[in-house]
């Protein structure tokens, strides 16, 4: 693919990246859509469409610390770069891409199926009581206490990842379909 193509593709993949972010301030506005956001979606649309893994990772988690900085500054109105839950919500979102690095084909079962993973992910690791101080006992009984408490943000997980999902893969492969520059060297030879 030459560099031409491959620049094409990048820009294009980064402007949906940040278009699709940009819906996060969304749900500052209305908190009844908390946690109705692109984030996984483009956590897995990251990893399955970019060509060089380090702009896989990059470029998604870029874009929410970005985003991050701007929602927290919103709330707080301070500048928080770093917050005490930082670390492991980077790294459930690290480990999205990763999960989208497995689509391989793109379509509406494998992209759904890693955004069940996705989110599994996410409840998981983001509801250990100890993340919360002392809102829930540091035991087994409050980790479920805590995950049951997590299911209508979850919900809204789910209902984010399916929209802006559909959003970012339908219309990237619909663009790759009219656009050849979109398309990998390996799409192209087919």
Same mark, same amino acid.
């Given at each position: 693919?030459?560099? &031409? ?15 699709? %972010? ?8 209305? &908190? ?8 996984? *979606?483009? /956590? ?5 469409? #970019? ?11 870029? /874009? ?17 770069? !770093? ?9 459930? !979102?690290?480990? %999205?891409?990763?999960?989208?690095? #497995? ?9 759904? *199926? ?11 690791? %983001? ?13 087994? /009984? ?14 809204? %997980? ?7 999902? /559909?959003?970012?893969?339908?219309? #990237? ?9 979109? &398309? ?7």
């Amino acid at each position: 693919m030459s560099i &031409q193509k491959t620049n094409t593709r990048n820009i294009v993949l980064v402007l949906m990246i940040i278009a699709a %972010m940009a819906m996060r301030l969304v749900s500052y506005k209305y &908190q009844v859509l908390s946690n109705f956001t692109p984030i996984g *979606a483009i /956590a897995l649309f990251g990893g399955a469409y #970019f060509t060089d893994k380090w702009k896989a990772y990059l470029v998604p988690l870029a /874009a929410l610390f970005a985003s991050d900085i701007l929602i927290n500054y919103l709330y707080t109105s301070k500048w928080v770069i !770093f917050y005490s839950g930082s670390v492991w919500m980077y790294g459930c !979102f690290a480990i %999205m891409v990763l999960i989208g690095t #497995f689509i391989k084909k793109v379509n509406a079962f494998n992209v759904a *199926a890693a955004s069940l993973a996705g989110i599994a992910v996410h409840w998981l690791i %983001m509801d250990l009581p100890w993340l919360y101080g002392t809102l829930y006992p540091h035991t087994l /009984a409050g980790y479920g206490q805590s995950l049951f408490n997590a299911i209508p943000f979850e919900q809204n %997980m789910v209902l984010g990842d399916v929209l802006f999902g /559909a959003i970012l893969f339908g219309g #990237f492969e619909l663009a790759k379909s009219k656009y050849t520059a979109l &398309q990998t060297r390996k799409q192209l030879a087919l």
